[in-house]
């Protein structure tokens, strides 16, 4: 069974701070996700990822395939990237169809002014 | 940007009764995806649904629920006989591909009473 872990669980960071969060999983995937989810509930995909490092504006991923690990960082913090940050993966199946994701439970990220 | 959008926003049902969520998905987007998330709990997979039949479906996704596509434009979740338990966030998703960026609604929450 795939798990997902992420931790830290909850963190409080001041504007302006480099914020890492941190993502394990267990078993070989084909492309692991980094999503947003607002206090309003919707949610965000920010980053598709496969192998290596993607940036986009101050988000910053970085997947490390051989030891089942990925980072989503931001730079620059400010309040209004506070929000929960969720990580899943497509876990390789044989079939290549449309398969469903596994979840981590998310980081509650609060970003004070 | 065009959007994936999910009606109703909030649905609430007496237990015993069958509900129908509907989504609209990207009009070019091939892959649908129903997701769960209870309230305090992490993102569950429900089910996938490819070339108008189910790809992959989840131990949760069980004969009270069920998926269509009755249109070229609408895929909707119905759950025959709702339970206590069926409260949550119901999330659809929409993508290009297999392995294609995942975009996703709004969500419907969904209360049994």
């Known amino acids: 069974k795939n798990e997902v872990e992420q931790s830290p669980q909850n963190l409080t960071a001041q504007e302006g701070e480099f914020i890492t969060i941190n993502c394990s999983y267990s078993?070989?995937?084909?492309?692991l996700h980094w999503l947003q989810q607002h206090p309003g509930g919707g949610i965000v995909s920010l980053f598709m990822?496969?192998?290596g490092k993607k940036k986009h504006g101050r988000l910053i991923a970085t997947i490390n395939i051989q030891e089942k690990h990925s980072s989503l960082h931001i730079t620059a913090s400010h309040p209004r990237d506070s929000a929960v940050y969720i990580c899943?993966?497509?876990?390789?199946?044989?079939?290549?169809?449309?398969?469903?994701?596994?979840f981590g439970k998310g980081t509650h990220l609060i970003i004070q002014p | 940007e065009p959007e994936v959008t999910q009606t109703p926003s909030h649905q609430v049902t007496q237990m015993g009764q069958e509900v129908i969520l509907r989504c609209v998905p990207i009009?070019?987007?091939?892959?649908f995806y129903w997701y769960r998330q209870i309230l305090g709990q992490k993102v569950e997979f429900l089910v996938s649904?490819?070339?108008?039949?189910?790809?992959?479906k989840s131990e949760i996704f069980d004969d009270q629920f069920s998926v269509e596509r009755p249109d070229g434009s609408n895929f909707t979740l119905k759950i025959r006989s709702t339970k206590l338990e069926d409260s949550a966030m119901y999330f659809c998703?929409?993508?290009?591909?297999?392995?294609?960026?995942?975009?996703f609604g709004n969500g419907t929450r969904l209360t049994v009473t």
């Open positions: 998703a929409s993508s290009e591909g297999s392995k294609s960026p995942l975009h």
């Open positions: 078993v070989g995937i084909s492309a």
């Open positions: 990822l496969s192998s």
């Open positions: 899943a993966v497509l876990q390789i199946y044989s079939g290549g169809g449309a398969d469903g994701l596994t």
């Open positions: 009009s070019n987007h091939l892959y």
């Open positions: 649904f490819y070339n108008n039949e189910i790809s992959e």
